[in-house]
């Protein structure tokens, strides 16, 4: 069982009681000048001495707390002074946190999501570093020693505003840190934020043949070119470096389109509609896929459940059916009776 308790409102600390069962009672550690003492529902009252010192709980209240049982969760109370703070004892969780989102995959409507756009949820990767440069090699030679060291790129954190799902920002977001006031190593750090410098630009589509007025960065037009081509951008980069809910709405857009190959994509001209499906071939999936490219958990689970949903059938329908289908088994099974008429002469 753990123990969570708050002094004065600034120190947090973690106590553990092991269940014992026939033995001494458990035991818990207070900090000095402290006392402990049961909730109002018990007169028991316990008094503390010196830092390190420890108070023994009733052996039936601790026992059943230890143990889960139904007192797992009775209070207790520190008293130091003046103020008296709560100790509440919490079970601990039976699966780590950690593990909560991929449970979730597996159990109700997210278990019957395709396979493909579950695996999209479960892969991992690790996005292309963009704020720090990395040092490639896992060991490096200190030169001044000569000994080999190792060395860890370890990544800046980045926080992408709701602002940067609107639009392409290559990557970039927001760093958060500190500065010295006037440049002064001397004098006090206050709060800093650096943030991307933001262009609004006219981009175009050969596949969609529509034109978007997007945000963007330096970054995003120098990896445009790089690409040769804005849908060769979205198509190519994977969704971790796109960091962008409007760049996979495009994707998904794209890849529908190649999939169909859409005839209303320049109806009046054919051959440059061929050329475009032709230059994009090596992009193409099959449409059931591409109708779940960037879509976020609860659109998936949204679509899941529009295409699991019936219409209710009235029941008189369901009644017609089955005298049809007992009328024609009964009329298969019986002989049939045929007269021959007599032929006149």
Known sequence: MQIHFQLNKTALRTLWLPPLEGGPHPQVLVPAGCQLTR????????????L???????????????????????????RRGRGSVRLAAMPLHKVPVGLWKRLRLREGICSRLPAHYLRSLEEARTPTPVHFRPHGAKFKINP????????????????????????????EGWLKGHRYVNNDKF??????????????RELYSEILDTRFTVTVTMRTLDLIDEAYGFDFYILKTPKE???????????????????????????????????????YKAFVIPEAEAEWVGL????????QRLLEEKDPVPLFKVYVEELVEQLQQQALSEPAVVQKRANRT
């Open 52 to 78: 390190g010192a420890r108070a023994r709980l009733p052996g039936k209240h601790s026992q059943s707390a230890a143990g889960g049982g139904p007192d797992a969760r009775r209070d207790f109370r520190f």
């Open 144 to 171: 001044k020693n000569g000994q080999r060291e190792r060395v860890e790129d370890v990544a800046i954190p980045v926080h992408y505003p709701p602002e940067s799902q609107l639009g392409l920002w290559g990557g």
């Open 39 to 50: 909730s109002p529902c018990s007169s028991q009252l316990v008094s503390v001495g010196a």
């Open 296 to 303: 976020t958990l609860d659109e998936a689970v949204e679509k």
């Open 241 to 279: 470096d796109l960091c962008s809910k409007f760049g996979m709405d495009l994707k998904r857009g794209m890849l529908l389109r190649l999939a169909r190959q859409d005839p209303q994509l320049h109806p009046d001209d054919p051959e440059r509609r061929a050329a475009i499906y032709d230059k």
């Open 187 to 200: 004098s006090k750090r206050v709060k800093k934020v650096w943030k991307p410098q933001l262009f609004q």
